[in-house]
């Protein structure tokens, strides 16, 4: 289940403890936190990528085939599955290692469980990996939402200290990350927009932006622009970047996105917060192809 949406919200603590919330059980008719614990975390980089973002695992046997999906060695320990449930949150590949992930806190309503998923900055040397946790909680009998907390972050530093548009990163087709629009607001009225892991022609070519802002509306519009008509017969990911000037104050803007290069011409749809900074999943969003 991938989440479709980003909720607006502060983290709570950091990632990569084990840590525990009210000792509260997933009975009927209790709403709150519940306790849960991060049982292993860390980076994926062999084999297949993982697609199932957040997984519940119910059983030993769902659990073992996860722990062995992320090449974890040994075996995992074993737990009461009557008494408790295991969430696996796998991040997208990223074609750096650059984000670790954790939860923060896992609530339950009525109606659903609710798992609040952060992403916290740590930049490493390394290829294309996915960054997961695996967390123990109560027994989960409901539906289970996950919703990403937002996170604060650089301009792909290390790896892209500038405005302006990477060279092919070097990601087979099949191990291909998902596209995103990573973006932050500045104290001094700008906002920052990195594309990442667009598909472009493997030329020299550039991502140009021009972005027009009617009230609580972002028009964007991204056209792929070749050196001197070149074109090769390839094509590859890359990411670009770029800022605008906004007009401050809104408590969310929706972005009208329009993405033209020689590999897909798509307008994505999708709402921000007029402050702080996150990510948007492409492929999450209300999306149409053609002109």
């Known amino acids: 289940m991938k989440t479709k949406a980003l909720k607006w919200a502060l983290a709570v603590c950091g990632l990569g403890l084990v840590a525990f919330f009210a000792c509260k059980p997933s009975e009927e008719g209790y709403e709150g936190p519940l306790e849960f614990a991060v049982l292993q975390s860390g980076d994926y980089a062999d084999g297949q990528p993982v697609t199932d973002y957040y997984t519940v695992c119910m059983d030993y046997e769902s659990y073992a085939e996860m722990w062995n999906r992320l090449s974890l060695p040994g075996e995992p320990e074993q737990m009461n599955f009557n008494a408790y449930s295991v969430l696996c949150i796998v991040d997208t590949l990223r074609p750096f290692p650059m ?61 892209m200290p500038e405005l302006g548009t990477s060279e092919c990163l070097m990601i087979a087709k099949e191990e291909y990350p998902e596209e995103t629009f990573w973006f932050k607001f500045t104290p001094e009225g700008k906002l920052l927009i990195e594309r990442r892991n667009v598909w472009m022609n493997c030329a020299e070519t550039t991502l140009e932006a021009s972005v027009t802002q009617d009230g609580e509306k972002l028009a964007i519009k991204e056209e792929e622009v070749f050196p001197d008509d070149r074109y090769m017969a390839c094509e590859c990911s890359k990411y670009a970047a770029y800022e605008t000037d906004v007009v401050v104050g809104n408590d969310s803007l929706t972005v009208e996105l329009y993405t033209s290069t020689s590999a897909i011409t798509r307008t994505a749809v999708f709402k921000i917060p007029g402050h702080g900074s996150g990510e948007i999943v492409i492929d999450d969003t209300e999306v149409s192809y053609g002109k």
């Open 99 to 159: 984000y670790r992930i954790g939860v923060t806190g896992v609530n339950q309503t009525l109606d659903y469980v609710e798992v609040q998923v952060e992403r916290a900055v740590d930049a490493r040397v390394g290829g294309p990996v996915q960054a997961y946790a695996l967390v123990r909680v109560p027994r989960i009998s409901k539906d289970v939402k996950c919703v990403n907390l937002p996170f604060e972050t650089g301009i792909v530093d290390p790896y």
